[in-house]
């Protein structure tokens, strides 16, 4: 079956470090993105990409970058961890072209806590 | 003002009951609607679609009102297994194609 799986599901990491996060799709959907989930503020997007060599800047980009190389795998890299960065990352794929009705598969998350 | 607002709860109700979750969007160029719902700790899944004429699944029911710019979902005899936070989801068109913007969620917790 296809799936979406995210890697680690749990980090503590120090501040100052660089800390990537894998997500890996078999869908073979073009479209991935990155979200960030926080207590009273619900799922934000960080980046997304349409396709390979394609990224995007989302709402709370800043402190965060991701490459596409592939279609499978869009990384998340925190160039410098902040403990403001502590949260929960979910990683989501969703088939390219018309929206209507096209459900986003989320990964399970990657809960990351900076100290 | 962001894109998507929900009411963040939580409705606390008694099995059985009738709950009704409303959601607002900015963005009249906004193409598809979603109800998605996220267990504690656990990824969003996709409860429905939300189509303009209304749909249903069994106990619960979508509607959409695009003059209004509002998107409802009525979940009628709730279980206790209800108890979750319902994301209302819309699709925003970006560069020739689209991206998922979330409310930040609904909590139900239904009560024995």
């Known amino acids: 079956d296809a799936e979406i799986t995210q890697s680690p599901r749990h980090k503590i990491t120090e501040t100052g470090r660089q800390v990537t996060l894998a997500c890996h799709q078999t869908?073979?959907?073009?479209?991935m993105f990155w979200y960030r989930q926080d207590l009273g503020h619900g799922l934000r997007l960080i980046h997304y990409s349409y396709g390979v060599q394609d990224t995007n800047k989302g709402e709370v980009s800043d402190g965060y970058s991701v490459s596409r190389s592939n279609t499978e795998d869009l990384p998340l890299t925190l160039e410098s961890a902040a403990s403001s960065q502590t949260s929960v990352y979910f990683c989501?794929?969703?088939?390219?072209?018309?929206?209507?009705?096209?459900?986003?598969?989320f990964g399970q998350g990657t809960r990351l806590t900076v100290v | 003002r962001k894109e998507v607002e929900q009411d963040p709860g939580p409705f606390n109700v008694p099995e059985g009951a009738t709950v009704a979750f409303n959601c607002t969007y900015s963005?009249?160029?906004?193409?598809?609607f979603f109800w998605y719902r996220q267990d504690c700790r656990k990824e969003p899944k996709l409860l429905m679609s939300v189509y303009s004429s209304g749909n249903e699944d069994g106990r619960f029911t979508a509607q959409l009102n695009r003059a209004s710019q509002y998107i409802s979902l009525l979940i009628r005899d709730s279980k206790l297994s209800d108890s979750a936070t319902y994301l209302c989801v819309v699709t925003s068109p970006t560069s020739g194609t689209y991206k998922y913007i979330f409310g930040t969620g609904t909590r139900l917790k239904v009560l024995a």
């Open positions: 989501a794929s969703s088939e390219a072209g018309r929206p209507m009705n096209t459900e986003a598969f």
């Open positions: 963005n009249s160029a906004s193409q598809s």
């Open positions: 869908w073979n959907h073009n479209n």
